[in-house]
């Protein structure tokens, strides 16, 4: 069973920061992407930032500048430390891993989410 366990969110003034973590624990073979997503009220679900396991990122525009993503592999955690926050940014935040897994010779992918943690930006 692969349990993803976010921390982190909560309330924060406009401009302030927040570091949100996301701890993965299971039995996990290899993680590929691992990634945040956001979900305002009423809104699709959308990316906001990825990582491979080579360090590739990849940042939604309305974040590029403001929002940085980080793991560290040997804890199988994934980070996002948000700066400048904006009232915009308010969302519940999901963690996602793809995770991989090497089957009779064959790599077979499977995604994970997190429970999700809220985040709110208001003065």
């Known amino acids: 069973q692969v349990q993803l366990v976010e921390s982190g969110g909560g309330l924060v003034q406009p401009g302030g920061s927040l570091r949100l973590s996301c701890a993965v624990s299971?039995?996990?073979?290899?993680?590929?992407?691992m990634g945040w997503y956001r979900q305002a009220a009423g809104k699709q679900r959308e990316l906001v930032a990825t990582m491979t396991s080579g360090g590739s990122t990849n940042y939604a525009d309305s974040v590029k500048g403001r929002f940085n993503i980080s793991r560290d592999n040997a804890k199988n955690t994934v980070y996002l430390q948000m700066n400048s926050l904006k009232p915009e940014d308010s969302a519940v935040y999901y963690c996602?891993?793809?995770?991989?897994?090497?089957?009779?010779?064959?790599?077979?992918?499977?995604?994970?989410w997190g429970q999700g943690t809220q985040v709110t930006v208001s003065s």
């Open positions: 996602n891993i793809d995770e991989r897994r090497l089957l009779f010779g064959r790599w077979y992918g499977r995604d994970y």
């Open positions: 299971g039995s996990i073979f290899v993680i590929n992407t």
